[in-house]
């Protein structure tokens, strides 16, 4: 009997030493609970080193293929106004030299001379206001043979409107219809004498070969390339991000350190887009991963951001606990407790 009593005095002793072995904390648990939380791991980011640059900033507009109407009649009226005005240029030559005719022949045939002269000038002034002292069909030869030319619809003409007042001289106009399709150099172009009512800015003519896409009443998109080369620092189009209506990038300050700055998308080059300042060279910008950097940047559920260096709003509070006894629970015991 006292046998048995020892052996279940052994078992429990030997019972509770593993239980007390069980809930005792580990090694790694113990480690975990003096040290801090670990940071999350930085995102996956590359970056690379702006560099300076002089590349001709690009241009883009809108192309209109005119209707030649308008050049083919008034061309018509030079040749007749040119024919006219050179027979009574002749006739009076012939009635000076003729001592047959009367004082009265001879003044109707100066005012009549002077008449055709002055219908043949007006309709050139007309051509040089209508469509630029610098366009190429001012001459007569050179006429003729775009006349011929637009007449059987192998040549066009364009009106190319920029909606940037400041372009100055544009080379290598190119035009890509808006249906789609090849892009066309346009070879010829000159300042139009007239601006663009429904686009403010700087407009030229210009004449081109005919194709898909590029026919009478056809809209066009205009890509040029400007005169001027300015110096600046090129921005890639991989490092942008949009945030809030604005275009940004993220410049890295320090090793594994992120800042978001505005960049300015007025003079878009072959790589990206050229600012003037705001950057440096050798700055380097986030190329990849910068839509990460963003959405851990941005607040969710914000409709503002920090841009005008007001603080950032608050994130929205936590919904309030609900009590465990839904309203119909609780006015069955209010009703409960009244009846009590």
């Known amino acids: 009997m006292k046998a048995a009593i020892l052996a279940r005095a052994a078992a429990l002793v030997v019972g509770c030493a593993l239980l007390s072995g069980c809930n005792a904390p580990h090694s790694e648990e113990v480690e975990g609970n003096g040290a801090t939380a670990e940071a999350p791991p930085a ?20 192309a209109t293929v005119l209707n030649p109407d308008i050049l083919l009649q008034l061309d018509a009226d030079i040749r007749s106004a040119t024919i006219a005005a050179d027979f009574s240029r002749g006739q009076l030559e012939r009635f000076r030299a003729s001592t047959m005719l009367s004082r009265q022949t001879l003044e109707s045939a100066v005012r009549q001379a002077g008449i055709d002269a002055s219908q043949l000038k007006l309709l050139s002034t007309r051509l040089r206001q209508t469509w630029g002292d610098g366009a190429p069909f001012l001459d007569v030869e050179a006429r ?7 007449a059987s619809g192998s040549r066009v003409i364009l009106r190319i409107d920029f909606p940037d007042a400041t372009v100055d001289g544009p080379r290598d106009i190119r035009v890509v219809p808006l249906q789609g ?3 066309t150099k346009v070879g010829t172009f000159w300042p139009a004498p007239s601006g663009n009512l429904a686009m403010p800015g700087v ?4 004449v081109t070969d005919a194709g898909p896409g590029l026919r009478t009443g056809d809209r066009a998109r205009v890509i040029a390339d ?4 300015p110096t600046g620092i090129v921005i890639p189009s991989a490092a942008l991000v949009v945030y809030a209506s604005k275009s940004w990038c993220y410049v890295e300050t320090a090793p594994g350190k ?3 700055k505005v960049v300015s998308l007025d003079a878009p080059v072959d790589d990206g887009y050229l600012v003037k300042g705001g950057f440096g060279p050798g700055t380097r910008v986030v190329v990849k991963g910068a839509s990460i950097l963003l959405a851990r940047e941005a607040t969710p559920g914000s409709l503002d951001d920090d841009d005008d260096g007001a603080p950032a709003p608050p994130p929205p509070s936590a919904p309030a606990t609900k009590s465990s006894a839904s309203p119909v629970a609780q006015n069955h015991a209010a009703t ?5």
């Open 43 to 62: 995102p996956p980011v590359q970056t690379v080193a702006l560099t300076g640059s002089s590349e001709a900033v690009k241009l883009e507009g809108i």
């Open 144 to 150: 003729q043979q775009l006349m011929s030319e637009i």
């Open 181 to 183: 399709g090849a892009e």
């Open 203 to 206: 407009s030229y003519f210009g």
């Open 226 to 229: 400007s005169a001027s080369k």
């Open 258 to 260: 992120f800042e978001r």
């Open 336 to 340: 409960a407790g009244d009846s009590d």
